[in-house]
T-cell receptor, first 110, second 115 residues
């Protein structure tokens, strides 16, 4: 099976700084990876995804990096804003089943 | 709002009672997923439908749990003889896909509390 772990359960950053959230997965057969943001009382919200044939993908203020050699995934948020405060999950897909990590609580300090 | 909807949003029940949750996916999404999320953890996969066919079930899904998607649109998740350990957020997600790995859109969840 797959297991997914995040390196830090909490992360605090100053508003305007860049944030980096790291994630490790175990199953080399995982071929699709997603980062989700979850605010209190809401379901996870898609941020960005990446397939295993890529090592970098950029969105609006977000970048996902994939290192298949060490089975590591990271999410970079540029110019972090107060609205970015939430729990962030990485998820790895094997076949169609998503395995989520335990989440990193990002807190943006004024 | 054309996102995934779930009903009810909150459910409080006594141990031993049966509960049923409903999920309405994004229209035309052929895939539907159920997850369970406990406090401080990421969602855990429970089961997956492609159209009306239930194609995968997690070992987490004990025989007290049953899910259906009778017409390939909405889905229900029933828990029989609820236990306190069933208390969690139950999330539904849907996607449109024909291959492996597609973007799953999540609903707001149903929070179940078993007393």
């Amino acid at each position: 099976g797959e297991s997914v772990g995040l390196h830090l359960p909490t992360l605090s950053v100053q508003e305007g700084d860049n944030s980096i959230i790291n994630c490790a997965y175990s199953n080399s057969a995982s071929d699709y990876f997603i980062w989700y943001k979850q605010e209190s009382g809401k379901g996870p919200q898609f941020i960005i995804d990446i397939r295993s044939n890529m090592d970098k993908r950029q969105g609006q203020r977000v970048t996902v990096l994939l290192n298949k050699t060490v089975k590591h995934l990271s999410l970079q948020i540029a110019a972090t804003q107060p609205g970015d405060s939430a729990v962030y999950f990485c998820a790895a897909s094997t076949w169609r089943q998503l395995t989520f990590g335990s989440g990193t609580q990002l807190t943006v300090l004024p | 709002d054309t996102g995934v909807s779930q009903d009810p949003r909150h459910k409080i029940t006594k141990r031993g009672q049966n509960v049923t949750f409903r999920c309405d996916p994004i229209s035309e999404h052929n895939r539907l997923y159920w997850y369970r999320q406990t406090l401080g953890q990421g969602p855990e996969f429970l089961t997956y439908f492609q159209n009306e066919a239930q194609l995968e079930k997690s070992r987490l899904l004990s025989d007290r749990f049953s899910a259906e998607r009778p017409k390939g649109s909405f889905s229900t998740l029933e828990i029989q003889r609820t236990e306190q350990g069933d208390s969690a957020m139950y999330l539904c997600a849907s996607s449109y896909g024909q291959g492996d790995g597609d973007e799953q859109f999540f609903g707001p969840g149903t929070r179940l509390t078993v007393l």
